[in-house]
């Protein structure tokens, strides 16, 4: 059996598209269009194509974009300052800090400085808290998750009574996606479990996943004989492991693989994302929603 292929930059360009036409609607009948400000600080070359593609993003939807540049030696007093400026600035939806942050300041004082009401990558204690509470009382799912449900809902698998093991429970994947999972209602309502270095017998675990999500940063971690067969597997996993020249730019490039053996797990799964082209493409994505909903919640439309 080969399983079929659950691709994030094909379902990247369906959302693209409805959050495009929701904006144009949106700018028509209200005159307003999500504001979404990008605040980079110094000038590490993974974070700014980062923010470029952000930025990029956000222009092709029909936001209003900013790229707040900042140098690697700002003070974090200033830094505070410039989240209250826009924390109080109305035409700003969301506001996104690049990550990691210079050693002399403090990330997590940085985070939780963000307005709860613009904080479009769901990071901030409150919308931990609103996650956790689940229906309506959720505003930012984070979108890397946010982008793994929408890929399983979008593929079609049946969530209600699913067994769902995630392999991993870091705070911006494993845990809030295993949260989301088991949630009354659409797209979840699943029996979840959560495995990680303390788990013992992880394969048999595993092996019972009608939905298995793995997001451990460990290539090649999941075993094709530990999944069941039909199941639908979402890799996360993002590893470097070498380096080659792209035949289209002559360029080095990274060769990247997944935590899930993908050759032989696509013999066995019924569904399953590849690396790269899989769940990657859905974080930025997922991030136009969260500030589109953000306009949509001040608007009272949400
Ligand atoms: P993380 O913070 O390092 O967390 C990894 C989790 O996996 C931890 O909970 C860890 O368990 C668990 N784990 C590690 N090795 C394990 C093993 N051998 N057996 C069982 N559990 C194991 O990583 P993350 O931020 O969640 O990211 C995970 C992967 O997803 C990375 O490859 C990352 O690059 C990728 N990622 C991709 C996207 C995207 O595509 N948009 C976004 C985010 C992350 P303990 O808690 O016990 O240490």
């Avoid at 029909?62 to 830094?79: C, H, K, R, Y």
């Avoid at 997944?258 to 019924?270: H, L, N, Q, Y």
């Avoid at 790269?276 to 009272?300: E, Q, Y």
Wanted: charged letters at 25%.
């Amino acid at each position: 059996m080969t399983a079929k292929l659950i691709l994030g930059t094909e379902i990247r360009e369906q959302i693209l598209e409805e959050i495009t036409a929701e904006v144009k609607a949106i700018k028509a009948k209200h005159g307003v269009v999500p504001g979404l400000v990008t605040i980079l600080i110094g000038e590490n070359p993974a974070s700014m194509s980062y923010v470029t593609l952000k930025i990029q993003t956000a222009h092709r939807v029909g936001f209003t974009e900013v790229q707040d540049s900042q140098p690697v030696d700002i003070s974090e007093a200033d830094l505070l300052a410039l989240i209250d400026k826009y924390n109080k600035d109305d035409s700003i939806n969301g506001i996104l800090v690049q990550l990691p942050l210079p050693k002399h300041i403090n990330e997590k004082k940085v985070l939780n400085a963000i307005d709860p009401d613009k904080d479009v990558d769901g990071f901030h204690p409150v919308n931990v808290g609103r996650l956790m509470i689940g229906g309506s009382e959720v505003r930012f799912p984070p979108c890397t998750p946010a982008g793994i449900q929408e890929m399983i809902v979008r593929a079609g698998v049946e969530t209600k009574g699913a067994e769902v093991v995630v392999v991993g429970r870091s705070n911006i994947v494993g845990k809030p996606i295993a949260n989301m999972m088991l949630q009354k209602g659409a797209g979840a309502n699943s029996t979840v479990t959560i495995v990680h270095t303390g788990t013992k017998n992880m394969d048999a675990h595993c092996k019972r996943a009608d939905i298995l999500i793995v997001a451990a940063g460990v290539p090649g971690l999941v075993k094709p004989e530990w999944i069941k067969p039909g199941a639908c597997v979402i890799d996360v996993g993002v590893n470097r492991v070498g380096e080659k020249v792209s035949e289209k730019t002559g360029k080095k490039i990274a060769i990247l693989k997944g935590d899930v053996d993908f050759d032989a797990a696509k013999e066995i799964a019924g569904s399953i994302t590849p690396v790269p082209g899989g769940v990657g493409p859905m974080t930025i994505t997922m991030l136009m929603k969260n500030t589109l909903k953000s306009l949509k919640f001040k608007l009272g439309i949400a």
